[in-house]
């Protein structure tokens, strides 16, 4: 249909010289005017395609006696609005806001940690960086422990908040009692290996090693309230916590190195990091201490706690086991030049490791509230997509960049191949998002998945070793092939998600 099909604007301007119309049939016919100008914009719109491409065009006609004749016209895309207006959705959404809150605090610890190791590395050179450097990793096993807890304390939170059960200062201040026994034999083994670990590494004292050990046992009881704060979604402080930590003992371990402490300084800035986290932990839960509260058994918690130690070794395994074949079977260079490819990687898996962490005690929430848990994960794999599709961006743009800011020239090997390495850090990201999910509907189906994942992965390497890329094919396909088959063990499990699922085992009351 085209302007031609409608009345004119000069067949409607008859006056009334030419016919005699008196003045109310004149302003009639301006009134139809108005209307026949109006349908033929509406039909022309919808004719060039307007209506359907979302371009709102909104034309306001002036009166007739208006000293201007023109039509001012207001063009504004849709497509601008529909964008603004989701953006808006966005900032609104709490499974959004609060990634972003503890993705802000990860970054700033992930920050910190590097800060760390650098400012070690300058004051103390390679030598005597080594010996910290093997403290830290030594550090690293023993907190193991620590994020098993944390996975266990922030699921009967959830549990608990959700249905509003009052027993939230009883699991902290008994866990914190519980959790002293296996600390203080922390303490007396360390102490017990100290003399021979320092000669084992050439250090000159043994108090390092003893700093560690108190450090290993403060951080397990770091993690009680961690836990706690997650499971009861209060992000904003966890995520203070997460990184005022790495901060203080930044700042720290530059000040006692510059007066001289070398490896006892260093170690002695991670004990006081996490003394500040924890009572920073118990301060932000100061509210919980008021009120008696209702008493929890603790004893409940064994049989999760298993399936947690399964979900989180497996997954560890999954990004450490590559590099201890390939360093075994691969040339000294390319073991090497495969070592600084899985830290490529495992920056996309840290980088996203926060969406796991917020998904954990949303789904409990969820499930006992007989609401939708699929839809959060599905949220929360689209957020995870979306942090790993921004790096995996500057991975194919800048490979030999990335390598180079994080290694040196001497890695350019590696440089065709963190691409890839990109790919399998987010395959591993979604996997460990599966694998929180399952453990927070406390389904065990899952744990032989994983470690046939697990096997899959050692056995392809054990068979195709003969170069780096075959290494980095064989880890890609595991993770692709175990992210398939949790996807579809998940597909399964949804439809049998209620509120009673949660009830085994339950955090019973006295």
């Known amino acids: 249909m085209t302007a031609a099909a409608e009345p004119s604007l000069e067949s409607l301007s008859t006056t009334t010289t030419s016919t005699g119309t008196s003045a109310l049939a004149n302003t009639a016919c301006r009134h139809w005017r108005r209307r026949s100008l109006a349908l033929w914009l509406t039909i022309s719109a919808e004719t060039t395609g307007f209506g359907e491409s979302g371009i709102a065009v909104n034309y306001r006609l002036r009166d007739a006696n208006d000293a201007s004749t023109r039509i001012p016209v207001t063009v504004q895309t849709g497509a601008t609005l529909r964008l603004r207006e989701r953006l808006v959705q966005l900032s609104e959404n709490r499974l959004v ?30 030598a005597i960086y080594g010996q910290v450097a093997f403290l830290i990793a030594l550090y690293a096993v023993g907190t193991a422990p620590a994020l098993i807890l944390v996975v266990v304390l922030a699921r009967y939170t959830a549990t608990l908040a959700a249905r509003g059960d009052a027993g939230v200062r009883s699991l902290l201040t008994r866990t914190v009692r519980l959790i002293a026994i296996p600390c203080l034999l922390a303490v007396l083994v360390t102490s017990l290996m100290a003399r021979p670990v320092a000669a084992f590494e050439h250090l000159g004292s043994t108090i390092p090693i003893l700093i560690l050990g108190f450090s290993i046992a403060l951080i397990w009881q770091v993690a009680i309230p961690r836990g706690i704060l997650q499971g009861l979604q209060r992000f904003t402080a966890l995520s203070l916590n997460l990184s005022l930590e790495l901060v203080v003992r930044t700042v720290l371990v530059y000040v006692l190195l510059m007066t001289g402490y070398a490896v006892s300084g260093a170690m002695a800035a991670v004990f006081v990091g996490l003394a500040f986290a924890f009572f920073l932990g118990l301060y932000t839960l100061r509210d919980h201490f008021r009120g008696t509260g209702t008493r929890v058994r603790l004893r409940v918690m064994a049989g999760f706690s298993m399936t947690a130690a399964a979900g989180i070794i497996g997954v560890q395994i999954l990004y450490n086991q590559d590099v201890i074949l390939a360093e075994h079977y691969l040339s000294s260079h390319d073991g090497g030049i495969y070592g600084g490819l899985n830290k490529i990687g495992t920056i996309l898996f840290f980088l996203t490791l926060s969406v796991s962490q917020v998904l954990f005690p949303r789904v409990v929430e969820a499930v006992a509230k007989e609401e939708h848990p699929g839809r959060i994960l599905l949220s929360s794999a689209g957020i995870l997509a979306a942090l790993g599709a921004g790096a995996l961006l500057v991975f194919a743009v800048v490979p030999g960049l990335v390598v180079g800011v994080l290694f040196g020239p001497g890695f350019k090997d590696a440089t065709p191949y963190v691409f890839a390495v990109g790919v399998i850090g987010l395959a591993l990201s979604l996997d460990n998002l599966l694998v929180q999910f399952f453990m927070a509907v406390h389904d065990r189906v899952f744990v032989p998945i994983l470690f046939a994942g697990v096997i899959a992965e050692g056995v392809l390497i054990y068979l195709f070793h003969a170069r780096v890329g075959q290494v980095v094919l064989d880890v890609l396909v595991a993770l692709v092939a175990l992210l398939v088959l949790l996807t579809v063990r998940c597909y399964l499990l949804l439809p049998t998600l209620h509120a009673d699922s949660l009830e085994e085992p339950e955090p019973a009351l006295d």
Do not use: D, K, T, W
């Open 97 to 126: 806001r609060q990634n972003a809150i503890l993705f802000s605090g990860g970054l700033v610890a992930g920050i910190g940690g590097f800060v760390f190791h650098a400012i070690a590395g300058r004051i103390l050179g390679p």
